[in-house]
């Protein structure tokens, strides 16, 4: 979401300049930035950013310099100069006030001058300004496929060393239970050194820890996510938020499988296995 385009061209005898801004946003937020002459046409280029960009605070900042002149008239309104006239000298001799009428007087007085513009089009001016827009745009876009192939990449990556990640605990875990039925078996020969060991005792105190430590349906659910994530990336377009769904639930899963690991080494892959999860999410802030 994060990108930038321009363009500058003149259409019909105005040069139109056009810049889009954008930065991380959890929705669209069109900012459009107009000169006086061309405010009527907000709203169109809201809609032609939105066309292109689902996600993202974007500032849009057009300006226009006319190349021709705009044959503008001003014309002196008499019968408003001579009523001023007569009144101003009935002032200086009904009351003998100075008399310092002046062209510079005159001329700020209201109403003194009528201004005509040429009528303008501004149906032809909305449509010469958006082809620039739609020029700003495609460099926009351009920019933002190249950032968006090198995410692409970056989160493929993260996502097999998670799955790397997910392979070790699961092998982890289940060198636990035979370690911990190792130890409880050591353990009972320790203290009933004299007395046969009930093999069945151990059996079920092993089923029992293995249940508890069991992340079998976690690590599923989390490979799962991971292919998910993969397909949404190979179907492109604007799987920004569904990734910060599915991010919600990976974290969830990691979260419970930290919670069943006993063994230190396995925390600490699953601590890494957050951490890469994280720089998922951060990247994620920059999909549409």
């Given at each position: 979401m994060t990108s930038y385009g321009r363009a500058v061209e003149t259409v019909n005898g105005r040069e139109y300049t056009v810049e889009l801004r954008?930065?991380?946003?959890?929705?669209?937020?069109?900012?459009?930035?107009?000169?006086r002459a061309l405010s009527f046409a907000e709203e169109a280029v809201k809609q032609a950013v939105k066309t292109s960009v689902s996600r993202g605070k974007v500032d849009v900042y057009v300006s226009m310099k006319s190349e021709?002149?705009?044959?503008?008239?001003i014309t002196l309104n008499k019968a408003i100069l001579e009523g001023y006239l007569t009144a101003m000298r009935r002032m200086v001799s009904?009351?003998?006030i100075r008399d310092d009428i002046s062209t510079s007087t005159m001329s700020r007085l209201p109403e003194m001058f009528s201004v005509e513009k040429p009528q303008v089009d501004e149906e032809q001016l909305q449509k010469d300004m958006?082809?620039?827009v739609d020029r700003a745009l495609a460099g926009y876009d351009e920019m933002?496929?190249?950032?968006g192939q090198a995410l692409d990449a970056d989160l493929r990556s993260r996502g097999q060393t998670i799955l790397e990640l997910v392979s070790q605990v699961e092998q982890g875990n289940a060198q636990t239970v035979v370690d911990y039925r190792e130890r409880l078996e050591n353990k009972l020969k320790e203290v009933l050194a004299s007395v046969n060991i009930d093999e069945s005792r151990i059996l079920t105190e092993a089923a029992i820890f293995a249940d508890k430590v069991a992340v079998d349906e976690e690590t599923v659910r989390l490979r799962s996510h991971l292919a998910q994530m993969e397909e949404m990336l190979t179907a492109g377009g604007a799987v920004g938020r569904k990734l910060d769904f599915l991010l919600q639930e990976m974290n969830r899963e990691a979260n419970t499988i930290g919670s069943k690991c006993t063994d230190v080494?396995?925390?600490r892959i699953v601590v890494d296995i957050k951490a890469e999860l994280e720089k998922i999410r951060e990247q994620t802030q920059n999909i549409e």
């Open positions: 954008s930065v991380n946003n959890r929705y669209l937020d069109c900012t459009v930035k107009l000169p021709v002149s705009d044959d503008t008239v009904e009351y003998g958006l082809s620039v933002r496929c190249k950032e080494r396995l925390a």
